[in-house]
């Protein structure tokens, strides 16, 4: 049994592996516990707009394989996980935050007797959550967008209250589950690869998701060869990404 990394190990372990061991099968069960870490990752306004596909069967496996241009990390894949953004779940998602709600502070808590917390945050999930997701044709958005940008000027405030900013939101909280899964599966001794080059709309056809979800990325499993990682590691140097302010 391999001694599970630390944080730092993980990360210096971590690379985008192109080629796995055919030879070496990883256990499904590990995967799904690195998959139950990746959903305690941050989400904007806790509301886990993400769905994970845990990939186990080698037809499916082949079948997506040329979906994502027949890329050596889908060819040689043991399984594959496909991270799910799903936007269009924001209703449901905050109705779960206001059952927790209930769940902590007791249900139908008259306002009286809330404490300032139990009313902030149930005036988030009830109010503020609806107004920022709620759209319609992209008007609502607009008007949204106007009102933002007059209040403004006025006083500090959130600006990203459009579709295509919520969309971006959900992304990018989907992307943070499937870096801790990576660094989770390092930290295992187990090796991926996210590949964001894929024909979504057949994947999504394929493993029957909805229409309204949106496929963030694709990472491939498995143990690397001595192939499997395409030379040294490239960073631009540190100097020049860090600002201290």
């Not at 394929?206 to 990472?219: G, R, T």
């Amino acid at each position: 049994m391999t001694k599970e990394k630390t944080v730092s190990e993980a990360v210096n372990y971590r690379r985008s592996v192109r080629i796995f061991d055919a030879e070496k099968p990883i256990d499904t069960t590990v995967v799904k516990k690195c998959l139950e870490q990746a959903s305690l990752a941050p989400t904007s306004s806790n509301m886990q707009l993400w769905e994970f596909y845990h990939i186990t069967s080698k037809e499916t496996i082949a079948k997506i394989a040329p979906m994502c241009f027949n890329q050596n990390a889908a060819k040689t894949a043991q399984q594959l996980v496909v991270f799910v953004t799903r936007k269009d779940l924001w209703r449901k998602r905050a109705k779960a935050n206001l059952a927790f709600m209930d769940k902590t502070f007791g249900k139908d808590n008259p306002k009286a007797a809330q404490s300032s917390r139990e009313k902030v945050a149930r005036n988030y999930y009830g109010k503020i959550i609806p107004f920022a997701y709620s759209d319609f044709l992209g008007i609502l958005g607009f008007f949204k967008y106007l009102m933002i940008l007059i209040t403004g000027l006025f006083r500090p405030i959130y600006r990203e209250v459009r579709n295509s900013d919520m969309r971006i939101v959900a992304q990018k909280t989907t992307g943070l589950a499937a870096q801790t899964f990576m660094l989770s599966m390092a930290a295992e001794g187990y090796d991926t690869c996210p590949m964001e080059g894929s024909d979504t709309w057949r994947v999504k056809k394929l493993l029957n998701i909805p229409h309204s979800a949106e496929i963030n990325m694709i990472v491939s499993c498995g143990i690397r060869t001595e192939k499997g990682v395409y030379g040294e590691r490239f960073r631009i140097p540190f100097n020049e990404i860090y600002k201290e302010v």
